[in-house]
């Protein structure tokens, strides 16, 4: 709680219809639809406008990854009969530093449409300061008291260390420092093999660096393991060192950078791995500490702060959305998923209309080479729910489009019930972030295989593969005697 200081008297209470606390991609989502309603917003921001997802988060991994891909695409253009270097990392001349600025010119072309700005021009009074709850009714951000009608909770989530000995004495990147990077790390280890570890350490190997990623787990768990194996393989190819299911004892510093200390196998000696930087990617912390949730009689968890299935809180007149979030409505960590409560938020907070959302509908994207994409149940999931699933697969080797552009790693996989109802999706190939697409609505919509086996899709594109994983469902039916002697019946009628 913060400690109460005496101060000159304020002005006047504010008192807007929907005061939004915290200028991510949550808050500036909600505060700008609610805007377009004439609604009277107030935004309060105490960092940059954007949070995380412009100033470190997707567009910036997103630019870094676009480099790196760019550097591979010029050591493989051999494969196309053209010449450029040759296929080995060092083959491609990188110029770090104008990666750098070409990251930071991307941030700055979409700056302005988080702008105060903008949204100052949209009627909506941004606030730059931190926001604190001093009552259920009352959120203070310097000394400007805010009475709204609703409260939106917006804050987001940093990077968090894990409690590894010696890591606190060593200098170490995070998601966040990784992008103000002017030069290249030589040896990069990545602690972490989650979306945001893998996203990195491939752009980073691509770009030049040499790459471990230490991992307690296996790489990507949440993903469907068939994928995942793809993405490993690829990891290999693109030169990473992978050290999964390791016991990390401690970290060091060491002469030219610092030092990971892993445990044997077996009980055999440690292994030393150094490296010139350490790249920290273990996970997110909520920001909650400065709110005063508490005063506010607002409950939290460690994941943050704990709402139910319609983003309220225990306070009624108040709701979180985004990486703040947890609980039953809570847990999803991505823009989109941010951009989906806020406008489930609005509905409820100008409609007064139940929240209902749809956790299973939103996508889940690891933007790698191949990329990984995945909505609804995995095959993991909905076996535990039915016996009575079916698995259909469609390889990208199989397909036209695929074969053209050297593309053939991947799969289509659909997770659908016995009548062909859509339960979950994975994807993983290139483009596999766009392909799922049509799937979120199938899942939403409660759509089956048959729909999209139905669609008559532009030839030859890699959306084929998703209709052709859809038109295998068929299969075995073309099989049947019965089908097969109404076929011949029916060829009599001429
Ligand atoms: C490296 C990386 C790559 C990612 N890539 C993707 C991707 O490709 N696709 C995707 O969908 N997601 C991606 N994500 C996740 C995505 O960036 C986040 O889920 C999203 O930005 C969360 O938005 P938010 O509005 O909840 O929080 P944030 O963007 O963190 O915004 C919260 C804002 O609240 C402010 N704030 C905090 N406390 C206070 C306070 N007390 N008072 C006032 N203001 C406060 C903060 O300063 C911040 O501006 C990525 C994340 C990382 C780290």
Same mark, same amino acid.
């Given at each position: ?19 939004v606390?915290g ?5 500036l989502?909600l505060a ?6 004439g609604?009277?917003?107030?935004l309060?921001e105490h960092g940059?406008?954007?949070?995380s997802?412009?100033?470190?988060g997707?567009?910036s991994a ?5 480099a790196?891909?760019?550097?591979l ?5 051999g494969?196309f009969g ?6 080995q990392v060092?083959?491609v001349?990188?110029?770090y530093l ?5 990251v930071?010119?991307?941030i700055?072309a979409?700056?302005p449409n988080?702008?105060a700005?903008r949204l100052?021009?949209l ?21 400007q008291?805010i ?5 939106v909770?917006a804050?987001g989530?940093?990077p968090?260390a894990p409690?590894l000995p ?6 170490f990147?995070?998601?966040e420092?990784?992008f103000?990077?002017?030069?290249r790390p030589?040896?990069l280890l990545?602690? /972490?093999a989650?979306s *945001?570890?893998?996203e990195l350490? =491939?752009a980073?190997a691509? $770009?030049? &660096?040499?790459v ?7 790489l990507l768990?949440?993903a469907?393991?068939?994928a995942?194996l793809?993405?490993?393989r690829a990891l290999l190819r693109d030169?990473?060192t992978l050290?999964?299911q390791?016991r ?7 002469k030219g950078g610092?030092?990971?200390v ?6 055999g000696?440690d292994?030393?791995?150094d490296?010139t930087?350490?790249?920290v ?11 005063d ?15 139910d ?6 306070n009624?007149?108040v709701f979180?959305?985004g ?6 409505g809570g /847990?999803?960590?991505s *823009?989109h998923a941010a951009?989906d =409560?806020?406008?489930?938020? $609005?509905? &409820? ?5 139940p929240v209902r959302t749809?956790?299973?509908a ?10 990984l994409a995945s909505?609804?149940l995995?095959e993991a999931e909905?076996r535990k729910r039915?016996?009575a699933?079916t698995?259909?697969r469609?390889p990208?080797?199989e397909?036209?489009?695929a074969?053209?552009e050297?593309?053939?790693d991947?799969f289509v ?6 009548r062909g109802?859509v339960?979950g ?8 972030s766009?392909l799922?697409?049509?799937?979120c609505?199938?899942?939403r919509?409660?759509?089956?295989v048959q ?13 084929e593969?998703?209709k052709?994983?859809?038109m295998?469902?068929y299969?075995?039916l073309?099989?049947?005697?019965g ?6 019946i029916?060829?009599?009628f001429?």
């Amino acid at each position: 709680m913060s400690t109460t200081t005496a101060t000159a008297p304020g002005p006047a209470p504010l008192t807007p219809d929907i005061c939004v606390i915290g200028a991510g991609a949550a808050g500036l989502s909600l505060a700008t639809a609610a805007a377009a309603f004439g609604v009277p917003v107030v935004l309060v921001e105490h960092g940059r406008m954007g949070g995380s997802h412009l100033n470190a988060g997707s567009i910036s991994a997103r630019a870094l990854g676009a480099a790196g891909a760019r550097a591979l695409a010029v050591r493989e253009a051999g494969r196309f009969g053209i010449s450029a270097g040759g296929p080995q990392v060092n083959d491609v001349q990188v110029n770090y530093l104008q990666v750098h600025d070409h990251v930071q010119r991307v941030i700055a072309a979409i700056a302005p449409n988080d702008s105060a700005e903008r949204l100052g021009a949209l009627g909506v009074p941004v606030i730059r300061s931190e926001a604190r709850f001093i009552s259920r009714s009352t959120v203070m951000a310097g000394n400007q008291a805010i009475k709204a009608r609703r409260f939106v909770i917006a804050t987001g989530s940093r990077p968090s260390a894990p409690p590894l000995p010696g890591l606190d004495a060593v200098p170490f990147l995070t998601s966040e420092s990784v992008f103000s990077l002017t030069r290249r790390p030589e040896r990069l280890l990545v602690l /972490g093999a989650g979306s *945001t570890g893998v996203e990195l350490a =491939q752009a980073m190997a691509r $770009l030049g &660096s040499t790459v471990s990623i230490v991992e307690t787990g296996g790489l990507l768990r949440h993903a469907d393991p068939e994928a995942a194996l793809i993405l490993r393989r690829a990891l290999l190819r693109d030169g990473i060192t992978l050290h999964e299911q390791a016991r990390v004892l401690r970290a060091e510093t060491v002469k030219g950078g610092v030092r990971l200390v892993l445990a044997g196998p077996d009980g055999g000696t440690d292994h030393k791995l150094d490296g010139t930087h350490l790249l920290v990617a273990t996970g997110r912390a909520p920001n909650i500490e400065a709110l005063d949730l508490e005063l506010g009689g607002i409950a939290s968890d460690a994941g943050g702060v704990i709402v139910d299935k319609g983003l309220r809180t225990g306070n009624r007149r108040v709701f979180a959305i985004g990486d703040c979030a947890s609980g039953a409505g809570g /847990g999803l960590h991505s *823009t989109h998923a941010a951009h989906d =409560q806020a406008g489930h938020v $609005l509905r &409820s907070a100008l409609f007064r209309l139940p929240v209902r959302t749809h956790a299973t509908a939103i996508p889940h994207v690891t933007y790698c080479h191949p990329e990984l994409a995945s909505v609804g149940l995995s095959e993991a999931e909905a076996r535990k729910r039915s016996a009575a699933i079916t698995i259909l697969r469609w390889p990208y080797a199989e397909n036209d489009r695929a074969q053209a552009e050297h593309e053939t790693d991947g799969f289509v996989k659909l997770v659908a019930d016995r009548r062909g109802r859509v339960l979950g999706v994975s994807i993983v190939g290139a483009g596999a972030s766009e392909l799922i697409a049509p799937w979120c609505m199938a899942v939403r919509k409660g759509l089956t295989v048959q729909d999209m086996a139905a669609l008559a899709l532009p030839y030859p594109t890699f959306s084929e593969a998703s209709k052709r994983a859809a038109m295998s469902f068929y299969a075995p039916l073309a099989a049947k005697p019965g089908i097969r002697w109404l076929i011949g019946i029916l060829r009599r009628f001429g």
